[in-house]
């Protein structure tokens, strides 16, 4: 009997496979959460949950019952699960591209290029090697020079986004192994999909001239697509001045621009995976358009497409076709022969670098992470009728493969933790062309202005990297329900009438931006919304996984327009209290009075900045004198190191008699202290008071009182005072200054400069040396 419905089975079979896709992206999601819950005591991250949720479904999993099979593998289904796997590239290459720390990659370019092209190069004659072996085992009847390229893809392959998502669950995304990986990872891809275009040509028979004419029109189009983002997003930011992110409208635009060029390319032949990075990478820093676009898709990537990304990879092998031991020793075999390309190649470069062997090796764990691009390689070449035998072999090595080096690497991190965990360098032990890691926290506009003068001036040349973080730290009201997670707040319920933050948020977004277009100084912005008795653990934790180099703290007072401080909420002095005691590195508290230095660089202005330097011994002292000595390398900015001397102890018993030649220094060594003092006076005169770059002056007073009286001399002569914290204990200089102690936090002096009795036109930064618990102390 007929059936009624003529149409009826077409509908069901084009219906099904989109049913059966979001029922697959559900159970992924369920069970990679499942998964995640079972291994996160066990310090796995999610990467490794996610392939193994895939993997758990798929054919070797629940598929294996016939009933489960018939319904996520409809003979229709493939096409549809591939053009998923594209969209989610596209936005998770691009998405990379957007957060990559391209400075960082220009900066070390060389020892990058060095470490993926020695293992790139390992592998690939490994895979030479290899490749007739595989061919007879598979009786393969395809072309073996296209094989062997295949082969060579999956050995050579590194699976960025897996590299750069395990990185950052494993907190060492922003650590120098983190970094290096990374960016290995990015141009590992590269040539895998160097070698994919080969693997693509042998499908369409274009001659020569013809694939050189659209590789020309590929970059033409790249190229074109940057420029127009870069139009675009100046065009946006401006109309959207006194919004605080762009519109949902403004942003899909953005977005189709992206998927229209990635599916052209996909169209010609070519793999969108270079582009789309290369999009993200070149789109313009800074503004409400970026801003806007890491909001949007860092959650919905992170939180649902990489998941589906990695499942999927582990949802497509298939070790029910590995039935005899060839084929567990062709599996086998490459795993091993992936892991010795890595591991040979990676650490020859290093050595070559002189890199530590212990980070060598994570690198080369890292980059033999696969599941990207060779399994892309893998799927054309099935669409061009290749082994399906071959093609299982080397999706089943390449699943197990990142599940058992994920497993490894993430119990080297944890093992290694002490060497590969941050450690805080003190700014005394820095170089000032060091990188320079700052996290500045502000509480609204007021103080924004200072802090990103702050930053501008600890940039003295453009060849000194800085690392600028601004946090903007708010309080969560008792009556908000504090279940509720602000990222999850700020990512699903964007609006401009938001309340967290209100109109402050939009100031402070457009200070940073015109900051960032003067100075061209990218300042990665964060928002914090926590009840004030626990904001201190978030600012902390925070400045550990940005490896910060010191905390910029504002003062809980404020200036008001008669030049007077006025306290602000008590909760914002315990917070800085707390922060203080429980900080991973070194913390500045800045008394803000308005202009300081770093402003008129800012501003365009060509004056020139005084900033004094008060040193009265002690770690705290030596720890400001490290930082002030990147402030005094700056072409605005004048410094001058002011050291306090008791009287009776004279040159030839305290200290440094810098009158003498550099050979004849004289040094004290009445103890440890004097001996440190000394030690970094000496090296700092030498280096910066000789050459004339920085001044140095010394003040010989009796006691506290001559000591308030010298500052108060020196009172308008700076637009800026910085000073350590503690001091020494039982200094003549400083005794009797504590008599008028009233917020303990700034140290003795700083409180002196910040009291309503000092009559002061400058600013104050008040730093405190990073002071390591006792069992960091206790650590060889």
């Not at 960016?183 to 020569?208: E, N």
């Not at 789109?283 to 959650?299: D, E, M, Q, S």
């Not at 300081?596 to 400001?624: I, K, N, Y």
């Not at 009172?715 to 009233?742: C, H, N």
Request: hydrophobic content about 45%; aromatic content about 8%.
């Amino acid at each position: 009997m007929s059936d009624p419905r003529p149409g009826a089975c077409q509908v069901i079979f084009a219906v099904n496979p989109i049913i059966s896709m979001s029922m697959q992206v559900s159970c992924i999601l369920v069970i990679s959460h499942f998964f995640h819950l079972l291994l996160k005591p066990l310090g796995q991250p999610g990467p490794v949950a996610q392939i193994l949720a895939g993997f758990v479904i798929g054919p070797s999993g629940l598929s294996m019952i016939p009933k489960v099979n018939e319904f996520f593998f409809p003979s229709v289904a493939g096409d549809y699960y591939e053009i998923m796997a594209m969209q989610a590239r596209i936005v998770i290459m691009f998405l990379i591209g957007l957060e990559m720390d391209f400075p960082y990659l220009i900066r070390n370019l060389r020892p990058v290029s060095i470490i993926a092209g020695s293992s790139c190069l390992m592998c690939t004659f490994f895979a030479i090697a290899m490749t007739s072996f595989i061919y007879d085992v598979t009786d393969s009847h395809d072309h073996a020079v296209i094989m062997g390229t295949i082969i060579t893809v999956v050995l050579a392959n590194t699976s960025s986004p897996i590299v750069v998502r395990l990185a950052a669950d494993l907190k060492i995304s922003t650590s120098d192994v983190g970094r290096m990986a990374i960016s290995s990872s990015l141009l590992g891809d590269f040539y895998a999909v160097i070698l994919l275009v080969i693997v693509t040509a042998s499908r369409k028979h274009y001659s020569g001239m013809r694939w050189v004419l659209l590789g020309i029109l590929y970059f033409i189009i790249v190229i074109a697509v940057i420029i127009l983002n870069a139009h675009l997003a100046k065009w946006l930011n401006r109309r959207n001045r006194n919004q605080k992110y762009l519109r949902n409208t403004e942003v899909l635009c953005l977005l189709a621009i992206v998927f229209v060029t990635a599916t052209g390319l996909e169209t010609m032949g070519f793999s969108s995976i270079v582009a789309c990075f290369l999009i993200g990478l070149m789109f313009p820093r800074g503004g409400k358009a970026t801003r806007t676009l890491l909001i949007k898709l860092t959650y919905a990537v992170h939180n649902f497409i990489l998941p589906v990304y990695f499942g999927y990879s582990g949802f497509r092998a298939d070790l029910t076709s590995i039935d005899s031991l060839a084929k567990f020793f062709v599996v086998f075999v490459v795993i091993l022969l992936s892991f010795g390309g890595k591991i040979t190649g990676t650490l020859a470069a290093c050595s070559h670098l002189k890199i530590p062997l212990n980070e060598g090796v994570l690198i080369a764990f890292l980059m033999n992470l696969k599941g990207h691009v060779d399994i892309l390689t893998i799927g054309i070449a099935a669409q061009d009728r290749a082994n399906p035998l071959f093609c299982n072999l080397m999706i089943s090595a390449i699943v197990l493969n990142s599940l058992i080096w994920g497993l490894i690497i993430t119990f080297m991190v944890r093992r290694e933790s002490d060497i590969l965990g941050y450690r805080h360098i003190a700014f005394e032990s820095q170089s000032p062309d060091s990188e320079l890691r700052l996290l500045t926290c502000v509480h609204g506009p007021r103080s924004v202005g200072t802090m990103v003068g702050l930053i501008a001036a600890s940039k003295s040349s453009e060849s000194i990297p800085v690392a600028a973080h601004l946090m903007h730290l708010i309080e969560l009201p008792e009556k908000t329900n504090t279940n509720l997670m602000y990222h999850q707040k700020e990512i699903d319920e964007i609006s401009d009438d938001d309340e967290y933050g209100g109109n402050d948020v939009v100031e402070i977004n457009e200070a940073v931006d015109i900051f960032t277009a003067e100075t061209g100084i990218m300042i990665h912005q964060v928002k914090v919304v926590s009840p004030l008795v626990s904001m201190y653990s978030d600012v902390c934790e925070w400045a550990e996984d940005t490896r910060a180099s010191i905390i910029i703290l504002p003062f809980h007072k404020y200036q008001r327009i008669d030049g007077k401080l006025e306290s602000g909420k008590e909760g914002l002095r315990t917070t800085n209290q707390k922060i203080l005691r429980h900080a991973p590195c070194s913390v500045a508290i800045l008394v803000d009075r308005g202009l300081t230095a770093g402003a008129s660089h800012v501003s365009g202005s060509e004056s020139l900045q005084h900033v004094a330097t008060l040193f009265f011994g002690g770690p705290d002292d030596r720890e400001a004198l490290g930082f002030s000595k990147r402030l005094g390398m700056h072409h605005h900015i004048n410094l001058t190191i002011i050291r306090f001397l008791p009287t009776p102890a004279r040159r030839e018993l305290v200290g440094v008699n810098f009158d003498t030649k550099e050979k004849d220094i004289l040094m004290a060594i009445p103890d440890s202290e004097n001996d440190a003092d000394a030690g970094v006076l000496t090296d700092f005169y030498n280096r910066y008071v000789t050459s004339g770059r920085i001044g140095y002056v010394e003040k010989y007073v009796e006691n506290g009182a001559e000591t308030a009286s010298a500052l108060r001399d020196m009172a308008d002569m700076y637009a800026m005072f910085i000073v350590g914290k503690g001091g020494r204990a039982q200094s003549p200089p400083t005794i009797g200054l504590s008599d008028w102690e009233e917020c303990p936090e700034l140290g003795t002096v700083g409180d002196f400069l910040a009291s309503p009795e000092f009559d002061l036109s400058g600013s104050v930064l008040v730093v405190q040396q990073f002071r390591p618990s006792k069992s960091e102390k206790n650590d060889p």
